[in-house]
T-cell receptor, first 109, second 114 residues
Framework: GQNIDQPTEMTATEGAIVQINCTYQ??????LFWYQQHAGEAPTFLSY??LDGLEEKGRFSSFLSRSKGYSYLLLKELQMKDSASYLC??????????WGAGTKLIIKP | GAVVSQHPSRVICKSGTSVKIECRSL??????MFWYRQFPKQSLMLMAT?????????EQGVEKDKFLINHASLTLSTLTVTSAHPEDSSFYIC??????????FGQGTRLTVV
């Protein structure tokens, strides 16, 4: 079956760095997405990786290793507004998005 | 980034009535639109995939006759919840995609059936 695993919850301190991991097992691979979702709101697009390596976008970076079925989202200089759920999603061979359950990130002052 | 507009953002309806939710891509042509349902503290559950001009593909367990999806144009898809019941109360989100690298979400619709 298809499976996306990410930690349920993480806690970090304002100003620090946090890494949210995502491992996947899917039928085919056509890209991996990271989304941010604040409570009661729709997800917002953060990043897309289809090739191995690191994609940097401001305070957020996303890494992909296709051979390991692994990705991480790195958040630097954490701000209180970064408190949200972070969803990892993989597009499979049918171009369907397979979603992880999300990681709730709690930022403490 | 691209804009996807979803309306209404909140709706309360009586049990047995129908509710229509609209999803529009405002600045790009969405060849594919996805409809999701999300329960509290859970991830998104794909309900159906719709391509412009063709019938929607529903996920297993999703009732086609209850959740009617129409994708009549490249910028508009609608989800109609027919004969709504309290258990249909949920957060419904649409996503539109025009290119393989992008998928943008509407604001979501919180449906409450009383």
């Amino acid at each position: 079956g298809q499976n996306i695993d990410q930690p349920t919850e993480m806690t970090a301190t304002e100003g620090a760095i946090v890494q949210i991991n995502c491992t996947y097992q899917t039928s085919g691979f056509n890209g991996l997405f990271w989304y941010q979702q604040h409570a009661g709101e729709a997800p917002t697009f953060l990043s897309y990786n289809v090739l191995d390596g690191l994609e940097e976008k401001g305070r957020f970076s996303s890494f992909l290793s296709r051979s390991k079925g692994y990705s991480y989202l790195l958040l630097k200089e954490l701000q209180m507004k970064d408190s949200a759920s972070y969803l990892c999603a993989v597009r499979d061979s049918n171009y369907q998005l397979i979603w992880g359950a999300g990681t709730k990130l709690i930022i403490k002052p | 980034g691209a804009v996807v507009s979803q309306h209404p953002s909140r709706v309360i309806c009586k049990s047995g009535t129908s509710v229509k939710i609209e999803c529009r891509s405002l600045d790009f042509q969405a060849t594919t639109m996805f409809w999701y349902r999300q329960f509290p503290k859970q991830s998104l559950m794909l309900m159906a995939t719709s391509n412009e001009g063709s019938k929607a593909t529903y996920e297993q367990g999703v009732e086609k006759d209850k959740f009617l999806i129409n994708h009549a144009s490249l910028t508009l898809s609608t989800l109609t919840v027919t004969s709504a019941h309290p258990e249909d109360s949920s957060f419904y989100i649409c996503s539109a995609s025009g290119r393989p690298t992008e998928a943008f979400f509407g604001q979501g619709t919180r449906l409450t059936v009383v």
